[in-house]
């Protein structure tokens, strides 16, 4: 349970240690934030600043998410600009770009417009990703260059996979001197079929049609061939597999400049959740087997995956009570991405500030943004980590419109404790 309101004028966090992704290194010392901005605590008023305890801590830049779904416009009744800036803010995320799977798709630079507007003064800072095809229906390329203009940080059909590689490969002619990546939903749809799990021995167990690691892999391949014929620039959504890690490592040792990212659910939990029929459970691409879990922190320990990315995929709570083939895809999951994150990469051996490289100094890199140092006169774009912290996910944690995580009673090490913007901030009670 925390609260959220707006940022003190004058703050002092101290006791934490202070880690900068922004030049790697750590350091232990005060900071002082005021009207929105960092400063030297020397120069805020004792009498007047608000402090915050900080002991135990990392303080650190606050974390990007670069894959989110907010559903503005169109399905506001599952999540809108507002809640899901909320919901990032207590998930120690400053900065998200939203996905334009929205209805109507973001797929213009009018809908690039309307979003970005509708997002000034959030909590939280929101960019968009653009729609790589008109409506989203993988049929006609949209105004990439002019979205690009209008401010879209990246181009995907996400939720639909582009079945057409020659429309694909035409995506990454033309955004290739755009500097900004081509995200595509890796999941061949035939392969994909009408899968609701992992094809595993528990899909057969169940009687649930599975949905083969074959289908994230022949995607992939096909999206890294086209990268290296293109020169464009591939950014791999969600890996899941062992398939999918082992190719992107594979043409990174060619020397592709490909990038990719792991969702919290995919590093941290295994289909076994679709035991007892869990809906919540339900996601695309499915929650795999232990052996590709396993292969996805693989990834991340040796640089394969560049970042971690929610996917945070709201929906409500009677669409989620529907049978397990009827239910949609997906889970919400900025509140307890840090949570989950931490608590698995700290036991595979990961140290914080790898953890944390993960989540702000990696997606920046995949989407060309600057990481502003932590230093007087930098905006405030705060987290404040407590590692050590056990606690249980519940409802009140969530921000979110939405429910639907199958993480709720789960217990996690390392938890949010401070999220700072000049916007807005929040704080555990
Ligand atoms: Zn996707």
């Not at 968009?128 to 059909?157: H, N, P, W, Y």
């Not at 022949?218 to 464009?232: F, K, P, V």
């Not at 790898?354 to 990481?371: H, Q, Y």
């Not at 709720?408 to 404790?417: A, N």
Request: hydrophobic content about 40%; overall charge negative.
């Amino acid at each position: 349970m925390g609260q959220q309101a707006a940022l003190p004028k004058e703050l002092l966090i101290t006791g934490g240690k202070i880690y900068d992704p922004a030049t790697g290194k750590s350091r232990r010392e005060d900071l002082g934030v005021k009207d929105g901005r960092l400063v030297d605590p020397a120069s805020l008023r004792p009498e007047k600043a608000q402090v915050l305890d900080a002991t135990g801590c990392v303080v650190t830049h606050g974390f990007i998410d670069i894959h989110a779904h907010f559903r503005e416009p169109g399905r506001e009744d599952k999540e809108t600009l507002v809640t899901g800036s909320q919901a990032a803010l207590a998930g120690g995320f400053t900065r998200v770009c939203v996905m334009p799977n929205t209805d109507p798709p973001i797929d213009s630079p009018e809908g690039v417009r309307a979003t970005l507007e509708r997002a000034e003064g959030l909590p939280v800072r929101v960019q968009v990703i653009g729609a790589i095809t008109k409506g989203q229906r993988g049929e006609e390329l949209a105004e990439l260059r002019e979205m690009r203009a209008a401010g879209a940080v990246a181009f995907s059909d996400d939720g639909q996979p582009i079945r057409d590689g020659q429309l694909l490969k035409r995506a990454l002619q033309y955004t290739k001197d755009l500097g900004v990546p081509v995200i595509n939903h890796a999941e061949d749809v035939h392969l994909r079929a009408d899968g609701v799990m992992n094809e595993s021995a528990l899909s057969t167990r169940l009687g649930l049609p599975g949905n083969p690691v074959e289908a994230e892999g022949a995607m992939i391949y096909r999206d890294l061939l086209l990268a290296q014929d293109t020169g464009g620039r591939v950014h791999i959504p969600h890996i899941s597999t062992a398939l999918g890690v082992a190719q992107v490592r594979a043409f990174k040792g060619l020397g592709l400049a490909v990038t990719a990212e792991a969702t919290p659910h995919h590093l941290g939990l295994t289909e076994e959740l679709m035991r007892g029929f869990n809906t919540q459970a339900k996601v695309a691409p499915p929650l795999r087997t232990e052996e590709n879990r396993q292969a996805v922190v693989a990834g991340l320990l040796d640089g394969t995956i560049d970042c971690i990315a929610t996917d945070h995929a709201p929906h409500t709570v009677e669409e989620k009570e529907q049978d397990m083939l009827r239910a949609p895809f997906g889970m919400i999951g900025l509140e307890s991405a840090f949570g989950l994150v931490h608590t698995t990469l700290r036991a595979a051996g990961m140290d914080i500030e790898g953890i944390i490289n993960l989540l702000t100094a990696g997606p920046a890199a995949v989407m060309g943004f600057d990481l502003t140092p932590l230093k007087p006169g930098s905006p405030a774009e705060l987290v404040v980590l407590r590692p050590d912290e056990e606690w249980t996910f519940t409802r009140e944690d969530i921000y979110s419109r939405s429910r639907n995580s199958p993480m709720l009673g789960m217990t996690f090490t390392g938890r949010v404790v401070a999220t700072l913007t000049p916007n807005g901030w929040f704080i555990q009670s």
